[in-house]
């Protein structure tokens, strides 16, 4: 049986902390929404590992944004809307694309440097849109394209290390801001619950053990999942626990069947899966098979810059038709220059292996990238359970349906980071200006005997999900994953762990077990989940959000 709580705690022999407003997760989303928040108010910033460590850090290709005279949002709109599978909020969608423009200027005024052309005097952007994205009258930002985008709109820094740049300059104006305190190695157990609300945390660090956060108002901006993959672009950290303790506390979850898998990772030994950046096609390079064909061209007449979903679909059918464990990137036709001006990055990385991106193949294949499902919110970042808020890759906010368009994601963190804090002010300010600790206690009985080796379940879960929680799915393999993750889950949910790699698998577990769940419920193809024995996608019974069960019906049941 799963326990509420992770660990056993009591307010009478726990430390507690206390705070306005506490935000889980120093990405992008968790870091905005600090930001946000008026300066009369305490905000207490927690992350598991270090600050630098999040997906913000590491995305690559930037933020989309309509900024040049010849887009309009309405262009943003629609080409977020197609790529979503027919499951994108409308409203949602048409909220974050208005108010890119304005959060782009937001983080040059934080001090984000963006590429811009070079010799770029003559005339620039219009009125409307230099005034939107905050440029002097000669700077042009250089806007880069993407799959599935009609137009260039995708601001990029540092050439390809737009989330560096980005994160750089986020983290030095949340250090410089007086009433926002930032705490690393913190690594969040569970959302505290009293009276159907969200009150606070169980946290953990490992000089200090166990103690609670008690705020008034709780922001969750802890990232995604990709760890429960075997491949993934993700970092270590994201092993999905902010989602997994919004589930245990109560708190909707949906979609959680949609797994984006980046269609280009290097496909390297010895190379941690480096992702290739969805800007290397947008500036032209093609697929190839094992045969030197290009076969985007005999998919969907957007070739190479069509929306992820089909792209990564159509790498692994040509995988499985040669026969051979990879495709090829190829950029030897274009300007070698520009190529390594605009990715010295991805030239570095290649580079260590032996490659030159200008005149060598790049051997690739998808890989695990980001989780399109998550705690429900809505248009403010509000949450079901009362107290509780959340922005970016820990959410599903409508906005990218049943496939993410490239570079919202990182847009979807700014707007909804903020969201969540202007929320949360208001919703404190109305509650009284004292603080007490709730007298909550969690106790849990011993079970199971014994140790358990975490290392060799956590990566037998991540074998599992490769096999049949990947790009193209089915009945029989779906079912196959769920046996074993139930058995699993059996016993290793009712445990007590003292240390962070038995809370992570707990967490991975716990996602995994949804997220096969929803994938057995979706009978249809949509988006990024697949289905070989229902190919099509099912508009009459299927065109809809799908809500996971609460956690006594699904994890209690032998």
Not at 244 to 271: C, K, N, W
Not at 414 to 427: D, Q, T
């Amino acid at each position: 049986m799963a326990h509420r709580y992770l660990v056993e705690f009591h307010p009478k022999h726990t430390p507690h902390v206390f705070t306005d407003i506490l935000v889980i997760g120093a990405g992008i989303a968790g870091l905005r929404a600090a930001l946000e928040a008026s300066a009369d108010l305490d905000v207490l910033v927690v992350t598991k590992d270090s600050i630098q460590q999040s997906n913000s850090t590491y995305a690559q290709g930037g933020i989309a944004g309509v900024l040049s005279p010849e887009d309009r949002f309405e262009n943003h709109i629609e080409d977020t809307l197609a790529a979503g599978g027919g499951l994108c909020d409308r409203a949602i969608v048409e909220l974050v694309v208005r108010e890119a423009p304005q959060q782009i200027a937001d983080l040059i005024r934080f001090g984000t440097q963006f590429d811009v052309e070079e010799n770029e005097v003559g005339e620039p952007f219009s009125r409307s849109s230099e005034s939107r994205a905050g440029l002097r009258p000669a700077a042009k930002l250089a806007l880069g394209r993407e799959g599935g985008h009609s137009h260039r709109r995708i601001v990029h820094a540092l050439g390809d290390a737009t989330g560096f740049e980005v994160m750089r300059a986020i983290i030095t104006r949340a250090r410089e801001a007086a009433n926002v305190t930032i705490w690393d190695d913190t690594f969040t157990l569970d959302l505290l619950t009293h009276e159907g609300a969200c009150v606070g945390v169980v946290a953990h660090r490992p000089n200090q053990g166990k103690f609670l956060i008690w705020a008034k108002q709780t922001i969750l901006a802890s990232g995604g999942a990709g760890m429960v993959y075997r491949e993934t672009t993700n970092p270590p950290v994201a092993t999905g626990d902010g989602m997994a303790a919004a589930y245990r506390a109560g708190a909707i979850l949906r979609d959680m069947e949609f797994m984006q898998f980046h269609p280009t990772v290097l496909y390297v030994a010895g190379s941690s899966r480096f992702l290739i950046s969805e800007a290397v096609r947008g500036e032209g390079a093609y697929l190839l098979d094992k045969h030197l064909h290009r076969f985007m061209l005999d998919v969907d007449p957007r070739a190479e810059l069509a929306p992820r979903d089909v792209v990564a679909q159509a790498i692994i059918r040509a995988m499985e038709r040669t026969k051979h464990p990879n495709v090829y990137l190829d950029l030897r036709h274009l300007d070698k220059t520009l190529v390594r001006r605009r990715f010295p990055g991805i030239d570095k990385v290649c580079r260590g292996f032996g490659l030159d991106i200008t005149s060598d193949l790049i051997p690739i294949r998808p890989g695990a990238h980001y989780m399109i499902g998550g705690v429900a919110t809505d248009a403010e970042g509000r949450t079901s359970l009362p107290g509780l808020w959340a922005a970016g890759e820990v959410t599903s906010s409508g906005l990218h349906g049943a496939n993410r368009l490239a570079s919202n994601s990182l847009l979807e963190g700014l707007v909804f980071g903020a969201a969540c804090a202007r929320g949360a002010v208001k919703s404190a300010a109305r509650m009284p200006n004292r603080y007490a600790a709730i007298p909550l206690t969690s106790k849990l009985e011993p079970d199971g005997a014994g140790t358990l080796d975490v290392a060799d379940i956590t990566n037998s879960l991540r074998s599992v999900m490769v096999r049949h929680m990947g790009i193209i799915r089915d009945c029989a393999g779906l079912e196959e994953a769920q046996h074993d993750v139930a058995f699993w889950c059996r016993y290793v949910l009712a445990r007590t762990f003292t240390d962070r790699p038995g809370w992570e698998l707990q967490n991975l577990l716990t996602i995994a077990r949804l997220m096969i769940h929803a994938a057995l419920t979706r009978a249809e193809s949509r988006g990024v989940h697949f289905r070989a024995d229902f190919p099509t996608r099912d508009d009459a019974t299927s065109q809809r959000h799908f809500e996971c069960p609460p956690s006594a019906e699904l994890f209690d049941a032998k």
